[in-house]
């Protein structure tokens, strides 16, 4: 039998401008980058896999997140590492939306 997914609450819809990250803190989780695409939201873990940087700080464009220190890109979507000095990707998870707020799903 499958398990129903978890749901954790980042934040309301309204706090997200599109083109816009937000740095989330959700307990049991690290630092989370929240991005606005048009009416898409995407998660990541907000810190650069190579680096301490935070993701939240970078530059979007697109769905390409720029790190602000290194210049390493990565794609919101999949979390691929797209320009050197990242070669790791960074963690992605699946934004659900319930009514006006956005939530994390956790899938066992």
Known sequence: MKMAPELKR???VSELEPGSI????VEGLPPLAV?????EIFITDDICTHGQ??????????????CPIHGGCFS?????ALSFPATLPVRTY???????EVF?????
């Open 10 to 12: 980042i934040c309301e």
């Open 22 to 25: 937000k740095r989330v803190e």
């Open 35 to 39: 991005y606005k695409l048009d009416t």
């Open 53 to 66: 940087a935070s993701l939240s700080e970078g530059f979007l464009e697109g769905d390409v997140v720029e």
């Open 76 to 80: 919101i979507r999949t979390g691929e």
């Open 94 to 100: 699946k934004a659900r939306v319930v009514g006006a």
């Open 104 to 108: 994390l799903e956790i899938t066992a």
